[in-house]
C-alpha cells in the first residue's frame, strides 16, 4: 500500500511557487549566456544575472526530492508513472531539437548517425537535464529507503559528505584522485540535491535557521558572481567553473533559497495566475524556450548595442516567456479541435518539473 507523509498545506502551495520560479530562471539563465563569452561592457550583467540563477536546477531537484522520497509506493507504480512522463517529452524534444539543428546548420551531418548520436548525447544542449532524471528517477527508490530508514544526524552526515566531497572536486582536480582511489562515488552527483530537499522539507521554520538561510543564498551567490570575475580575469576568458550545480557556493546558494521558499513564500502573495501557469506548463517552457532563444538571437546581438545588458537581459527573457504562451494558447486551440494535437499536454510533464504536490 502506498501512502504519503503529509505537509502542512502552506509547504504544498509553497513548492508551486519554488518550481515557477525556478522556470523562470532557467530561461534567465540562457539568456544571460548569450553575452557570458564576451569582454564588453554588458559582461557583468551577463554574469551577474547568471550566476543568480544558478540556483534554477538545482530546485527542480530539490523539488523531486521534497514530492517523491516521503512516499512508499510499489516499484512498478512508481517506475510507470515517472518514465510515462518523462520519456515521451524526451523523445519528442530530442527529435525536435535534432530537426531544428539539422535545418538551421548550413552543412548538416548524415540524419542516421545523429540519430543513433542522440541516444547518449542531447540534440539540444539543455535536454541533458531529461537524460539526467532518467538516471535519478531509477535511483530515487532505492534512495527513498536510505531516507526514511535514516536518523537525523545519518542524514546530516550524508549530506555533509556529498557537498563536501563534490566541492573538492570541483575546487581541486587532484581530489578526483582521492576519490577514485576510495570509492566514494555514491556521495557524488546531482543525487545530493534530491536527498537535501527531502530534508529540508522536514525543518521547522526558526529564526536562527532562517537568519543563516539569508546569508547562505547572498554568500553563495556573491562567491558565484566575484569568483567567476576573478577566474575569468586570470585566465583573460570567461570561466564557468564557480556556475557548476556542484560547487560549493551554488550548493550553499540554492539550498538556502529552497529553505526559504519552503518554509516562508506562503508569507508573500498567493500564487497568482501567471505562478500556476509557469508552474503547470515548466516542462513545456524548459523544452522549448532554447528554441526561441536561438531563433531570436541574432535580435538580442543587434539591441546589445543599444540597450545595456541589465535590461536587456530581463526584458529578452520576458519576450521569450511572451513566445512561449503564444505557443501554448495555439496548442491549447489545436487540442480543442482535435485530441490529436494533445502532444506535450501539462499532465505528461514529470513530477520533478511540474506535477501537483499532491501527487
Known amino acids: 500500500m502506498s501512502y504519503t507523509r503529509s505537509f502542512p498545506p502552506n509547504q504544498l502551495q509553497n513548492l508551486v511557487f519554488c518550481r515557477a520560479l525556478a522556470c523562470v530562471l532557467v530561461v534567465l539563465l540562457h539568456v544571460a549566456a548569450l553575452g557570458f ?14 550566476g543568480l540563477a544558478r540556483i534554477s536546477v538545482p530546485l527542480f531537484l530539490m523539488l523531486s526530492g521534497a514530492l517523491l522520497l516521503h512516499k512508499r509506493e510499489p516499484l512498478g507504480v512508481f517506475f510507470k508513472k515517472r518514465f510515462r512522463r518523462i520519456l515521451p517529452p524526451l523523445i519528442g524534444w530530442s527529435f525536435f531539437y535534432l530537426i531544428w539543428n539539422q535545418l538551421r546548420n548550413p552543412d548538416p551531418p548524415f540524419l542516421p548517425r545523429v540519430i543513433v548520436q542522440s541516444f547518449y548525447t542531447p540534440t ?3 535536454l541533458w537535464y531529461l537524460y539526467a532524471l532518467i538516471g535519478i528517477y531509477l535511483t530515487i527508490p532505492f534512495l527513498r529507503v536510505f531516507y526514511q530508514h535514516s536518523t537525523r544526524k545519518e542524514k546530516q552526515l550524508w549530506l555533509l559528505l556529498w557537498a563536501g566531497i563534490n566541492g573538492g572536486l570541483i575546487f581541486f582536480p587532484k581530489a578526483s584522485v582521492i576519490q577514485s582511489q576510495y570509492a566514494l562515488f ?4 546531482l543525487i545530493g540535491y534530491v536527498f537535501v530537499g ?3 522539507m522536514e525543518w521547522r521554520p526558526r529564526r536562527a535557521y532562517s537568519i543563516g538561510a539569508v546569508l547562505g543564498l547572498v554568500f553563495g551567490s556573491l562567491i558565484t558572481l566575484l569568483a567567476t570575475y576573478w577566474l575569468s580575469r586570470s585566465q583573460a576568458q570567461p570561466s564557468v567553473l564557480f556556475y557548476d550545480y556542484l560547487s560549493l557556493n551554488v550548493i550553499l546558494a540554492a539550498t538556502s533559497a529552497f529553505y526559504l521558499i519552503v518554509h516562508y513564500a506562503h508569507r508573500w502573495p498567493k500564487p497568482t495566475g501567471l505562478t500556476l501557469w509557469l508552474s503547470t506548463h515548466s516542462l513545456t517552457i524548459y523544452g522549448i524556450h532554447v528554441f526561441f532563444i536561438q531563433l531570436y538571437t541574432p535580435l538580442y546581438q543587434k539591441f546589445s548595442f543599444i540597450i545595456q545588458g541589465w535590461w536587456l537581459i530581463p526584458i529578452f527573457t520576458f519576450f521569450i516567456l511572451i513566445q512561449i504562451g503564444i505557443v501554448i494558447l495555439i496548442r491549447r ?10 502532444g506535450f499536454s501539462p499532465r505528461h510533464e514529470p513530477a ?6 499532491k501527487q
Request: glycine letters at 4%; a negative charge.
Open 198 to 200: 527531502a530534508w529540508i
Open 124 to 126: 539540444g544542449h539543455h
Open 352 to 357: 520533478s518539473t511540474t506535477s501537483s504536490p
Open 186 to 189: 555514491s556521495f557524488t552527483g
Open 37 to 50: 563569452h564576451q569582454w564588453d561592457k554588458n559582461w557583468w550583467a551577463s554574469n551577474t544575472y547568471d
Open 333 to 342: 486551440l489545436l487540442v480543442s479541435i482535435h485530441p490529436l494535437f494533445t
